[in-house]
DNA sequence: GATGAATGAGATTTCATTCAT
DNA sequence: AATGAATGAAATCTCATTCAT
């Protein structure tokens, strides 16, 4: 009836900071339980919300599940980024930091990381392509400079990528046995896992 | 008079038998799709039985899973001990050796074990601690290699407990990569990923 | 700013009459053939909606059986009570105003109460408890008459609690029998079977 | 292949009584739980025996439940005959040793009764006609000493078919709460129950 | 006579999705 | 924007019944 007025721009942003918590609160929960494990209900009782409202936001299950990897992705991939803003030194410091960094976002805040990012056979065909993108931003960062101590002859490795699968396996793994270890033993845990994982760039010597 | 007759042994062994066709069946699903993912339905249809058939022999879903991934566990287990076993030469060598057979277990038949190993979390509690077990024999193999070159001196570690994680986590993870490579390249990959993961007992030189 | 808003109470009591709608539906189906032999999609046809549909309101059968025992119990012991209040006279003939309702309320509207009421021990612990209360609140009417009838020397017992059992098992039993006869001859079979009861409080001459 | 010979007398024999022992359990279950809560599986469990062995002997489910039926009002009739051949006495002595071994049996040995007997309703129509007709051989006994007591002038009543049915029901459903009391308690509760039915027979005096 | 195995129909339950308000 | 209500498809589970051995 009459014209549909245009979202204010305050509108805009109301609906956009809605979402994020939307987003947030589905990130932990398929971060938990896993994407089959987890409903619509669940999700919306965490956020004092009743499931038809979802639809508002998203039109599927799927959408929800995707946007929510987007989120949790991004925001991941900004903090990698800053810690490196912040750390000077080696490509050897470096990545030493940045997987320090991985492995302690991943207990800390997402164990939910393993089921999103590593699986992407479990989501609708639709979404995979996407997550898969997601993978490749947040790859780059450990991919540039690695190859950034390869062309300084700092490290050796077998192949740039499968170091990268079998890092981002075993970073996002982390969670679950770290994740169990009392506080205390946790930053020790963490410490043993960049350290060990630095010999994958120091093959063969 | 009133004698309850014990079921015949050859009764036994057919019942046994049977009994390991539906767990194969469901192991090769539970591992393709995931635990969520698999009806009964799919189940009962890999056997050409109906749904229902299936609880003549487990009593709910949860355990014919339960069962199905031991037997899961117990095949692959069968299997690295079996190389093992054909296998000759220093703990070097063994460790490839057995690193490249899991790879290639992982790879070709059990794509999703990841999710059905991994994540202990997502099973009911009386589960958890039947599969952990599961993991614990499993990890067997690899402690004793490892620690047998240790005490050699061939190999050097941080911590043989993060060592085993890391390294079964890419393992487990490695079907996700190495699974859509066309399948000439997936020898050389899974050759990679030995060689990359045999850095992770030479640290720090 | 987040505020949950609590349903506003108009549709509290638009929920609550859609419950009491599923919950009449159930007691008539309960009562008429039975907790066992009824499914809910019985019950969901009779209200013109799915089987899904009553979940949004009981969580499970047992809970929705339960439930709609109380209402029966309720809306039963309620006319009991109206009756009491339009009824005067001596306790012998209040008494047998209230034999006589009840058994009329167990032929017309109820025939199948006795499995419901007198068999406790077919229910789920957790719902026995919510119908012996149910039974007590019922029995109080009949005992406190009779106490009165006692008190002034009209009625004799041997003992009251089994006075009442008596009665209340012959009560509702009554539709087995009665509920059989052609509508013409029932008047008087509930007649015959309150005088013949109103003997039990008049034991010994 | 060749004659097929006819059953042995001995075989008859042997197998009256299996059949026996199975209408016992079944009309034990039947009892404790109610006909549509018993399942096959439960019956034949409790004989040590398969499901499939009961249809061997019985075509249904249905049955079996009829002459368990059956079973289980052939020997109570015939044990209230016995005691009625044991005891002399006038009519009110004679109704009263009957009413009083009718609720022993009930409670000490059916509690089961008030489902089976009571409740044509739950079953299946054609089972409900036998199970009436076991109904009049076992009310016969009842109804022949009411009769005798009316003639000889020491009973009086408003109907005979009425206080038969009550007493019935009463008689019947004195399991439910006697069967409760610690057994110290029971003599006692069953002593007041005839009493109390007693006054059935002196209507209005 | 009895058993193990299987079936198929139906029951309970879950859940993504839609829609009127 | 959000809610309460409803739906329908599919999943888990139960059970009377059949049958080859």
């Not at 038809?52 to 991004?74: C, H, Q, R, V």
């Not at 940045?98 to 979404?127: C, G, K």
């Amino acid at each position: 009836m009459g014209a549909v007025k245009p979202p204010s721009e305050r509108m805009q942003r109301k609906r956009g900071k809605r979402i994020q918590e939307i987003l947030t609160a589905a990130a932990e929960l398929f971060g938990e339980r896993g994407y089959d494990a987890v409903s619509l209900e669940h999700v919306a009782e965490r956020l004092d919300v009743t499931k038809g409202s979802l639809y508002y936001y998203f039109s599927s299950k799927d959408e929800l599940g995707t946007a929510a990897i987007e989120t949790l992705g991004d925001e991941w991939t900004a903090r990698l980024e800053e810690l490196l803003d912040r750390t000077e030194g080696t490509p050897e410091v470096r990545l030493r930091a940045l997987i320090h960094e991985h492995v302690t976002i991943a207990v800390n805040d997402y164990p939910a990381a393993l089921r999103l990012f590593l699986m992407p056979r479990e989501w609708p065909s639709a979404q995979r392509e996407r997550i898969k993108e997601l993978r490749r931003r947040h790859d780059a960062l450990f991919r540039a400079l690695i190859e950034e101590g390869l062309a300084s002859g700092e490290f050796t490795v077998t192949s740039v990528d499968t170091v990268l699968q079998c890092m981002h396996a075993a970073m996002s793994q982390a969670p679950t046995w770290c994740g169990e270890l009392p506080s205390a033993a946790r930053g020790k845990a963490v410490d043993e896992v960049a350290d060990t994982l630095m010999a994958l760039v120091h093959i063969g010597r």
